[in-house]
């Protein structure tokens, strides 16, 4: 039997009455419906109820009205609390999210759709005249039952036009179009699969530096309107250290620039959406030309290759990532000029690697390099004489719901771990300025 909770907003009597009613229909095809119409009586815990509820569930579906958005995003009421701990959960699990289901009611995407939702397939319950065809999708998405069979797959066109609609933004950008100036390298690049905390980590680092150093998002290096939006949201992550960032969506990479105080470059920091590195399906996949011609930039370069404890036990994963990564630096990495850093994200998952709150480095590296499959990325990195690459444990922080305003908050790891990285990044980065190395010393 399967269970959902029905998240909505009560807008008026006749919206109440439709999510009665859509409620019935989905327990007279056998979905047990946890709804407050039918479970909350005066006197109840509303908060305790909608705790339980969420964790029992095997769906949340999302009822999306303008009302509904408006009261999620303030963090109102009952909507905002539910709203609350469904972007905690999706946040933490984005990359194979089938528990929240964000359907339409009423409005359209941007009066009716939370800004965190807009990246999330949904549903379409808005045409009461098709309502029989679209509960029936319902009905397939909670069962897991889409009715349809992945193809046999054929053989790569001659040709492409090669486009994205990127779902963070519904904004269409063709890949060709996109054009990326403003390198100068030297580039530190963060690599690694979807939700491994690369955008997390980048901006804890970024945080730490800002303090000594000059941190700037590089304005011009892409030309396409989509990338005002992303400089939008990193720098409110950045200089908002509570602020908890949405992950980077397929092409809302960006260019930041690190310099002294004089204005002179130390690096530059691309967090690699994770989309166009790894991709779980195709070993031969190749990322889009944009980001091709990142890689064969003629820059010295800083890959900084991301694990965390989800990939690492996940033995059919690992074996698959491994094989990406000793792919990929067959193909890219340039020995003498390029560097390797492997790092250990959500360090603090593990809690008995920690002794009086520093990590334990052996058992963290063990996690990595016990297992059999790392072996060919170890015989990779050594045949292209990479030897004593740096291993760092690391945390960002602890990404938690405000009791007060119900707002996802990020409760920053110690300046421990981005110190940590920094001194392994500008160790490898060999900046030659006197000045610098000063005031690195300070």
């Keep these: 039997m399967k269970k959902v909770f029905i998240s909505y907003s009560w807008d008026n009597e006749n919206h109440k009455n439709w999510v ?66 469904c972007n905690k959960k999706l946040f933490e699990n984005q990359k194979d999210n089938r528990k929240f289901i964000p359907i339409l009611r009423k409005g359209d995407e941007n009066r009716s759709v939370p800004e965190f939702l807009k990246s999330f397939v949904r549903l379409n319950l808005s045409n009461d005249r098709n309502y029989d065809i679209d509960f029936k999708t319902v009905l397939a998405s909670i069962y897991l039952d889409l009715g349809t069979s992945r193809p046999k797959l054929g053989n790569k066109p001659s040709s492409l036009d090669e486009t994205i609609v990127e779902q963070y ?17 030297p580039l530190v690049l963060f690599f690694g699969p ?70 002179n470059t130390i690096s530059q920091f691309i967090d690699v959406a994770g989309e166009h590195f790894y991709s779980h399906y195709n070993f031969d996949y190749n990322p889009p030309h944009y980001l091709s011609r990142i890689f064969s930039s003629n820059f010295s370069k800083i890959y900084v290759i991301f694990f965390d404890p989800d990939i690492i036990d996940n033995i059919k994963e690992f074996q698959f990532y491994i094989d990406q990564l000793s792919s990929f630096f067959i193909k890219n990495f340039v020995p003498k ?52 690459v740096p291993f760092i444990p690391f945390s960002s922080g602890e990404v938690y719901i405000e009791p007060d305003s119900n707002k996802l908050r990020v409760r920053e790891s110690n300046d421990y771990f981005p110190e940590l990285l920094w001194k392994n990044i500008n160790k490898q980065l060999q900046y030659k300025s006197g000045f610098f190395n000063w005031l690195n010393n300070i």
Excluded: C, W
């Design 194 to 263: 979807p939700n491994i905390g690369k955008t997390m980590a980048l901006i804890r680092l970024l945080r730490f530096l800002k303090n000594k150093y000059q941190v700037s998002i590089m304005k011009g290096f892409r030309s396409d309107e989509l990338y005002k939006s992303v400089t939008y949201e990193f720098n409110k992550s950045l200089y908002q250290s509570e602020y908890a960032p949405f992950a980077t969506s397929t092409v809302s990479y960006l260019l930041v620039n690190l310099s002294d105080i004089y204005g």
């Design 169 to 185: 933004h519904f904004i269409p950008i063709k890949i060709e179009e996109i054009k990326t100036t403003g390198l100068t390298g």
């Design 20 to 85: 009665r009613r859509f409620a019935d229909d989905l327990i007279t095809n056998g979905v047990f419906v946890y709804l407050d119409q039918y479970d909350l009586f005066a006197g109840a815990n509303m908060t305790h109820y909608i705790d339980n509820v969420i964790n029992d569930s095997d769906h949340v579906l999302i009822i999306m009205t303008p009302n509904y958005k408006k009261k999620a995003e303030n963090r109102k009421g009952g909507v905002g609390y539910e709203y609350s701990i």
């Design 337 to 388: 000029r390029d560097k390797v850093i492997l790092l250990y994200s959500k360090s603090d998952k593990r809690e008995t690697y920690i002794a009086e709150g520093k990590p334990v480095f052996n058992l963290y590296k063990r996690d990595v390099y016990g297992k059999n499959s790392f072996y060919k990325l170890n015989e990779t990195l050594k045949s292209l004489k990479i030897n004593n």
